[in-house]
């Protein structure tokens, strides 16, 4: 069973130096940690348990400052080790990080009582009685990452936690939110994150949200090892060819094409550590956006996000004001606009109102108000569409053939249109009236590559090669000069063109089905 093991606690208590004992890694990978001496972005290390189990561990930052990146590495997690210095005892962030876990459901775990080695006996005491009514139910272990004390003792506790029952959907679509990417040579973009459901495997075709980007998975590693195939739980780095660093960022989701979809919009069920203010610091999954609070009732509240998310119902967030404010439980991902408390009870019961496409007993549904919402967004695309080819792409989703012929929109090809809609060139006459003037038997190059398809949609030039055109006339009296076994030279010379030239018109003929090319001669297919 693979599982990942996040620290927590105050700055300067130890968590580092406490993995790095455990494991024989320093977590510090950036020159500003060292130089410091603290930690401020995540860090990964492999632990090997006496059973046999190995787990993932997400080391998080201890300062007040980076408590949201504390949260990124929280999220995904299936046990804790609370980290507290023996002589301080538990400090404001070993509070607050205690509370972020208990908001996103981590409720196992094992606290670590570092730097036994400088404190007194008594002290030592004090500081477990303490952690003990922290954390009721954890085991407490007393260590020393400098003398190796109690890190048998406290391997031993971590085993005996993990061995719980399993806690992620092996079966279900894969979802990996992404904490970290960068470039490696020879092998390009690298993505990583722990697999929150399902596998991930080599040649997998994955959806890169909420970027709406098809990727394909080259390469599979957990913990520099290569691996087949990555199971739910585990650390995994996924390279992703032709994908560049800077379209990579923390938050965004790899997903099973057509499992999940963004939203601006959550559902959810609140549990306030306090006074929650109408706008707030979303935290889910490894990303975070501003949002406003619009509350129903007591219990719930829609949130209306500044960017979307990728969640699906049963996911924890985190609400953050200056603090941690609270969290809560999404009921649904992909809501309406709405603040009606019955449909949040009716949510709660565990009832499945639709709004966005979902599959109901094999059967794509959504709901009226969805439907307006989408026709209203590819509306404002297709106003904003060039005239000369007044579409839109048709929305790359799993339900698009299902809804598209709901929307009142023509389809021709790949894109949507108004109906009886043309092309137009719109205000561009005299642009395209110069183009045609200079065309003639020579190719002359054409950067405006959507005037030059409407203009041979007009019947007023040939395009000839990558980004060339011709005259209608001079199309047709190089169709004259051909003759059933004609050679390149040949017809350049009857043509009194150059190679290259001779070479468009003919790669032309081919692609017309005018001729075939048999060694170095054009055979006729039609007169």
């Known amino acids: ?147 190796g004390a109690g890190l048998d003792e406290l391997r031993a506790a971590l085993a005996e936690v993990a061995a719980g029952p399993a806690l992620h959907d092996a079966d279900g679509p894969a979802r990996l939110h992404v904490d970290r990417s960068f470039t490696l040579r020879g092998i390009g973009t690298v993505a990583t994150g722990t697999l929150w459901s399902g596998t991930v495997g080599e040649g997998d075709e994955l959806r890169l949200e909420p970027r709406g980007r098809t990727v394909r998975v080259r390469s599979v590693q957990v913990h520099d090892r290569p691996v087949q195939r990555a199971e739910a739980g585990q650390r995994v780095a996924v390279s992703l060819p032709g994908v560049e660093r800077l379209e990579l960022r923390r938050g965004d989701v790899l997903v099973t094409p057509g499992s999940v979809r963004p ?123 060039d005239p000369l080819d007044p579409g839109v792409p048709v929305p790359a989703a799993a339900w698009a053939k299902a809804v598209v012929p709901h929307l009142g929109l023509e389809l021709r090809g790949a894109k949507l249109y108004r109906p009886g809609a043309v092309a137009e060139l719109s205000g561009r006459e005299q642009e395209a009236a110069a183009l045609e003037a200079g065309l003639g038997l020579e190719p002359i190059r054409i950067e405006d590559a959507q005037l030059a398809r409407f203009l041979e949609e007009q019947g007023r030039l040939v395009r000839v090669g990558d980004g060339f055109a011709i005259s209608p006339e001079a199309y047709e009296r190089a169709l004259a000069v051909l003759s059933d076994g004609i050679t390149l030279a040949q017809f350049r010379d009857t043509l009194g063109v150059g190679r290259k030239t001779a070479q468009l018109y003919l790669e032309r003929f081919d692609a017309d089905g005018v001729t075939r090319r048999v060694g170095d001669a054009r055979v006729l297919r039609r007169r």
């Open 1 to 147: 069973m693979a599982l990942t093991v996040g620290t927590a606690g105050h700055i300067d208590h130890g968590k580092t130096a406490l993995v790095e004992a455990l494991t024989g890694k320093n977590t510090d990978r950036l020159p500003e940690e060292h130089e410091r001496g603290i930690s401020i972005d995540l860090g990964y290390a492999p632990l090997e348990l006496p059973d046999g189990t190995r787990l993932s561990v997400v080391d998080v930052p201890g300062h007040e400052r980076f408590v949201r990146t504390m949260v990124a590495g929280a999220s995904g997690i299936d046990l804790f080790l609370l980290v507290i210095d023996a002589g301080e005892g538990a400090r404001p962030q070993t509070h607050e990080h205690l509370a972020i876990l208990r908001l996103l459901g981590i409720d196992h775990g094992v606290v670590a009582l570092t730097k036994a080695d400088a404190v007194e006996e008594e002290m030592l005491e004090l500081a477990r009685v303490e952690a003990e009514e922290l954390v009721p139910g954890a085991p407490v272990v007393t260590t020393s990452a400098r003398t």
């Open 263 to 385: 939203s601006f919009r959550l559902d959810v069920t609140l549990e306030p550590l306090g006074e929650i203010p109408p706008r707030v610091m979303l935290h889910h999954g490894t990303a975070e956006t501003t949002a406003r609070v619009a509350r129903a009732g007591d219990r719930f509240a829609q949130l209306r996000l500044s960017r979307p998310v990728v969640a699906v119902r049963g996911d924890r967030i985190v609400l953050r004001a200056g603090t941690t404010v609270g969290g809560g439980v999404v009921l649904d991902p992909n809501p309406a606009r709405h603040a009606d408390l019955a449909r949040f009870d009716a949510l709660e019961r565990g009832e499945t109102l639709v709004h966005a496409p979902a599959r109901v007993d094999g059967v794509w549904q959504w709901s009226q108000e969805w439907l307006d919402e989408l026709r209203a967004d590819l509306d404002r695309a297709i106003d904003g569409a």
